[in-house]
């Protein structure tokens, strides 16, 4: 059975840190592209960076320089770190585990920036 288990979520004010972490099964950990998305209330679900397994990454333009996406292979893990928090970053953040024709999504987890 695929699972996907995010946590790391929060409040956090503007400028703060968090980590965001998706442990992963190992039966797809090797072959899946792994990514975060977002959704907040009203907007459609949108990617904010995605790690392939030899380790390339993608970032959207609203999260580069801010945060970083890394793998621990040891662990099936992946992680978003997540940098100078601005409050139009506050969303659901759901991880996601995508391979051809396969995605495999996480339940969510909440990301709330404000003061």
């Known amino acids: 059975q695929v699972q996907l288990v995010e946590s790391g979520g929060g409040l956090v004010q503007p400028g703060g840190s968090l980590r965001l972490s998706c442990a992963a099964s190992?039966?797809?950990?090797?072959?899946?592209?792994m990514g975060w998305y977002r959704q907040a209330p009203g907007n459609q679900r949108e990617l904010v960076a995605n790690i392939a397994p030899g380790g390339p990454t993608n970032y959207s333009d609203s999260v580069k320089g801010r945060f970083t996406i890394s793998r621990d292979n040891a662990k099936n893990t992946v992680y978003l770190q997540m940098n100078s928090l601005k409050p139009e970053d506050t969303a659901v953040y759901y991880c996601?585990?995508?391979?051809?024709?396969?995605?495999?999504w996480g339940q969510g987890t909440q990301v709330t920036v404000s003061s």
């Open positions: 996601n585990a995508h391979f051809l024709h396969w995605d495999f």
């Open positions: 190992a039966s797809i950990y090797s072959l899946y592209v």
